[in-house]
């Protein structure tokens, strides 16, 4: 199937752009190309991810809650073990509620949302 257009950039609300694109940054090995208190990016050099500043801001209440998640990231990872602890020392938190079993584990970054570390096949 060919399609008619190249995903360039996701955007991603949250209270501090800065501190998420540093996270982010630091999970994948891109560069911060962008930061101001209102909006951050990171890139690696052919796709972006940006974050927004918006007031108000509530962090998803994982699993379910008040707040529902509206997405959330897969990142492929050849050791789960150490993708934890090194997401966990950037800022990372582990939630109770883990379905993945041994292939995946939810974590939330410094914002609350969720994000999958998962076992590379």
Same mark, same amino acid.
């Given at each position: 199937m ?9 955007n ?6 800065p501190?998420?694109?540093? #996270?982010?940054s630091?999970? &994948? ?6 930061s101001?208190?209102?909006? *951050?990016?990171?890139? @690696? ?8 500043q ?14 529902p ?5 897969? #990142?492929y990872?050849d050791d &789960?073990?150490?993708?934890?602890e090194r997401?966990?020392?950037?800022? *990372?938190?582990?939630? @109770?509620f883990?379905?993945g ?14 994000f ?6």
């Amino acid at each position: 199937m060919t399609g008619f257009a190249s995903l360039i950039m996701v955007n991603i609300d949250c209270a501090e752009p800065p501190v998420l694109a540093t #996270f982010y940054s630091e999970i &994948l090995g891109w560069e911060v190309t962008h930061s101001q208190e209102e909006y *951050a990016m990171i890139s @690696d050099g052919t796709t972006s991810v940006g974050f927004g500043q918006i007031a108000g801001y509530a962090a998803p209440t994982w699993p379910e809650g008040p707040t529902p998640k509206q997405f959330h990231l897969d #990142f492929y990872v050849d050791d &789960l073990a150490d993708a934890e602890e090194r997401a966990l020392k950037l800022g *990372a938190t582990k939630p @109770d509620f883990q379905p993945g079993g041994d292939r995946y584990t939810v974590l939330l970054d410094p914002a609350g949302h969720p994000f999958c570390a998962c076992l590379r096949s």
